[in-house]
């Protein structure tokens, strides 16, 4: 392989894992770099000995890059689990446990567009790589990248020597979540669902866990598909068209997605409307606290619901905000055995489960609540506003030329706004980026992206009309309107 000693890396990670373009940094000796670098770091800090599991989703290829990682994982003396077929990355991170292995690497871009693919490294807790992991994976993957010392040994050889071994990650994950939840319940329960797994690597996994009782499931959008019929395989509104008109069509009382390698989830009534992610948050919040009478720490990013402070006041429990990102919300999970953890894309992790995301049992805890209440899931939604308050959330995320960045961040950083749509400001909060606490209890968050000319406006405000008035003034803020 070729030394590319003035270059610079491409390997760089991200709130979750390296992801790119495929065939433009995404390619086979990218991949190959990042593997030699996580060999280097496991031999670095005596982990290779417990060797890794290797993982993938259903996207283009992505067998194929998996391969490729096992193929140099190996070369360097790391034994490796593979998966024989696509796994979601909550059942490979899981495998890790159930394995004693020293962590995972998972090929997958997650709710990228088709065109690109990605790798994920989970340590040996079974959750997001902390940054200080992430931070050691990348100067690992410069080093690589500047001498080339890439060790490859090629897979049949490596599976004829018994250093590379074939499982299925599924059915011991699917068995933890029957622990997790009482399936015969929810089989036993006369309801009607529709699940909808995007075309992506959690297909199969809600029929195999709810089929044979009086439950009626329906799977839509199970087949691979790498082009994920068109749109990202993201469950938000624009993306669940087919699963929101399925779901009043079947006479079904939710619908459920969850997105190409099924760490998070969406949520859709009876009446086929969209349930947003910070509504969802506070269900699953609410129902723990009300229904479940769990008692502990919320672990939440800045991005999401004020919900979760005001359900935490109600019910006695701390309420600890991070940056956003599963690699900052999961130390704290750990640290504290909160009761969940979330964040704004939709991502929940659970006491007694792994300390990450995973959409499968978010949303079998969803059904589960649905039987709780024993009511639509829109009243279990309007009951919500009326114990935690209203709450409307919406975000855009505004493109500026390159060179202007530097004043667009400038127009933050100064002297904050006394009011912002007509609201006093009464605190400015900078965990990650700048979160402008209103006088009427809705915020406005500004972020930008650290490696794109982005800037994201969040808020979450009483009506929907107030919510749209607070991002026209955020993008006043920045220039942009």
């Excluded at 283009?60 to 796994?87: H, M, P």
């Excluded at 009876?270 to 008692?295: M, S």
């Excluded at 402070?309 to 750990?334: C, M």
């Excluded at 024993?374 to 030329?401: C, K, N, T, W």
Aim: glycine share 10%.
């Amino acid at each position: 392989m070729a030394t590319a000693a003035e270059g610079v890396s491409p390997i760089k990670f991200g709130t979750d894992g390296w992801r790119g373009a495929i065939a433009d940094n995404y390619t086979f000796d990218n991949v190959r770099i990042v593997s030699q670098a996580t060999a280097n770091y496991l031999q670095g800090n005596g982990q290779a000995a417990d060797g890794l599991v290797v993982g993938y989703d259903m996207r283009f290829a992505s067998e194929f890059f998996a391969a490729a990682t096992a193929e140099v994982l190996s070369a360097n003396g790391i034994r490796v689990r593979l998966t024989q077929t696509a796994a979601s990355t909550p059942a490979v991170a899981y495998s890790i446990l159930t394995n004693h292995s020293a962590g995972a690497a998972m090929i997958t871009a997650s709710h990228n567009p088709w065109t690109d693919n990605g790798y994920k490294y989970k340590p040996e807790y079974a959750g997001s790589a902390d940054p200080e992991v992430i931070e050691a994976l990348e100067s690992q993957a410069t080093q690589v990248y500047r001498t080339g010392a890439v060790k490859r040994k090629s897979l049949a050889e490596a599976l004829r020597a018994g250093e590379v071994e074939y499982f299925d990650a599924a059915p011991i994950y699917l068995k933890r979540l029957g622990e997790m939840i009482d399936l015969d319940r929810l089989k036993g329960s006369g309801r009607k669902v529709v699940v909808d797994p995007m075309y992506g690597s959690g297909m199969s996994y809600f029929p195999r866990l709810l089929s044979g009782g009086s439950l009626q499931l329906w799977e839509i959008n199970a087949e691979r598909n790498p082009y994920f019929g068109g749109v990202n395989p993201e469950p938000i509104a624009p993306n669940l068209g087919k699963l929101m008109a399925a779901v009043p069509q079947r006479g079904a009382d939710a619908g459920i997605a969850v997105d190409g390698d099924a760490d998070r989830v969406g949520l859709v009534d009876e009446k086929g409307t969209f349930i947003n992610q910070l509504q969802v948050f506070g269900l699953l919040i609410n129902y723990l606290l009300e229904k479940r009478g769990w008692r502990g720490p919320i672990i939440k990013s800045v991005s999401t619901t004020s919900m979760a402070n005001r359900l935490g006041e109600k019910y006695g429990v701390p309420v600890i905000e991070t940056p956003v990102g599963f690699k900052y919300i999961g130390p704290e999970f750990r640290a504290r055995n909160a009761i969940i953890g979330g964040e704004e894309s939709g991502g929940y992790a659970f006491r007694g489960h792994i300390p990450e995301r995973d959409g499968v049992l978010a949303g079998l805890y969803l059904l589960d609540m649905l039987i709780d209440y024993d009511m639509p899931m829109s009243s279990i939604v309007e009951h919500l506003q009326e114990v935690a308050g209203p709450s409307y959330y919406d975000r855009i995320d505004i493109r500026f030329a390159p060179e202007k960045r530097a004043e667009v961040l400038s127009r933050f950083a100064g002297e904050h706004p006394s009011s912002i749509a007509g609201e006093a400001v009464q605190s400015v909060q900078t965990l990650d980026g700048y979160k402008y606490f209103l006088a009427d209890g809705s915020w406005l968050l500004v972020r930008a992206s650290g490696t794109e000319p982005l800037i994201r406006l969040y808020t979450e405000a009483r009506s929907p009309d107030e919510a749209q008035k607070i991002l026209q003034a955020g993008k006043e803020m920045a220039g942009l309107s």
